[in-house]
């Protein structure tokens, strides 16, 4: 099992940024490939970000490639979101979540650990 508890969320003007926090607890943390998602009201939940277990290899949505960063610290068992250049239609409750394996997968279905999300609210 693995917990998941993300923080960071909050309102910003478009143009700014926010840093996501993912900490996880439970079994090996650096074990996992760790991704998050974001879901608008009314929408589904879609793929933001993933990155490997060892944190060399990325994947990001091409809705947020070259404003978004995905990073970890394995030894502080966390996985964070840099969102800079913040858009309106950023706005969502963002999750992380884990899946076990090596792929950098886009799919929800892939992951089988979720945290309960933070919402982030970029204001026009």
């Known amino acids: 099992q693995v917990q998941l508890v993300e923080s960071g969320g909050g309102l910003v003007q478009a143009g700014g940024s926010l840093r996501l926090s993912c900490a996880a607890s439970g079994r090996t943390f650096s074990g996992y490939v760790m991704g998050w998602f974001r879901q608008a009201p009314g929408k589904a939940r879609d793929f933001v970000a993933a990155?490997?277990?060892?944190?060399?290899?990325?994947h990001y949505a091409d809705s947020v490639k070259g404003r978004f960063t995905i990073s970890r610290d394995n030894a502080k068992n966390t996985v964070y979101l840099q969102m800079d250049s913040l858009k309106p239609e950023d706005t969502a409750v963002y999750y992380c979540a884990a899946r076990s394996g090596t792929l950098l997968s886009s799919r929800t279905y892939d992951y089988a650990y979720w945290g309960q999300g933070t919402q982030v609210t970029v204001s026009s």
């Open positions: 990155i490997s277990s060892g944190g060399t290899n990325t």
